[in-house]
Structures are given as structure tokens and as C-alpha cells.
Nanobody, 117 residues
Framework: QVQLVESGGGLVQDGGSLRLSCTPS????????MAWHRQAPGKQRELVAR???????NYADSVKGRFTISRDNAKNTVYLQMNSLKAEDTAVYYC???????????WGQGTQVIVSS
């Protein structure tokens, strides 16, 4: 069973930066889109950023201009560079990869990001 391994979360001060990484523990056939979601305490999980197989990206309005999603297709790894972090970015961040045959969604276990003001 392939699992997604996330890293890079932690505690950072307001205005700081973090870089999240997500790598599968094994191979995934025909990876399509990759994404990062987050869930803050008491709130629903929301899409933060998504990148498709062609490299097109889309972002939640709240992170536009501050976060950048990228991917390394050779490693099936997805990254999230987070700059100018704010307290409201505090959440558990989950990576998501679409792929496999039959196609399915893979989810990471989540990595905690805490931004102190």
C-alpha cells in the first residue's frame, strides 16, 4: 500500500517561511494532479493549491502571491513553498495525489504548521 510521506511542517513566526514536501513511499502509475489541502481547528478541509500534470496551477485566494506549488515528476514529489506566513495559515496540511490504475486519490497523514503572531 503506497503512502504519502509529508515533511517540512513546524512552528514559525508571523512573516516567516516554510517548505512542505510530499513523496510517495512507492511508485504510483500515471500521476495526474497533485495538491495541498489544509484543515484548521474547527474548520472544514480546504484546497490550498493544485498543480496538474501539465504544470498549470491554481490557488486559494487567501494564499495567492504567498504560496507556490511545484512538482518533480521524476520523483512524483510535490512541494509547497509558503512565504509571508500569517497566523491564519495555522492548520494541518495534507498532500493529495491523483493517480494509479484504477485512478484514485492518495492522501498524506498531515503535517502541522503553526504560525505564531
Amino acid at each position: 500500500q503506497v503512502q504519502l510521506v509529508e515533511s517540512g511542517g513546524g512552528l514559525v513566526q508571523d512573516g516567516g517561511s516554510l517548505r512542505l514536501s510530499c513523496t510517495p513511499s512507492g511508485s504510483i502509475f500515471r500521476v495526474n494532479a497533485m495538491a495541498w489541502h489544509r484543515q484548521a481547528p474547527g474548520k472544514q478541509r480546504e484546497l490550498v493549491a493544485r498543480i496538474n500534470s501539465g504544470g498549470d496551477t491554481n490557488y486559494a485566494d487567501s494564499v495567492k502571491g504567498r504560496f507556490t506549488i511545484s512538482r518533480d515528476n521524476a520523483k512524483n514529489t510535490v512541494y509547497l513553498q509558503m512565504n509571508s506566513l500569517k497566523a491564519e495559515d495555522t492548520a494541518v496540511y495534507y498532500c493529495n495525489i491523483e493517480g494509479g490504475f484504477p485512478r484514485r486519490n492518495y492522501w498524506g497523514q498531515g503535517t502541522q504548521v503553526i504560525v505564531s503572531s
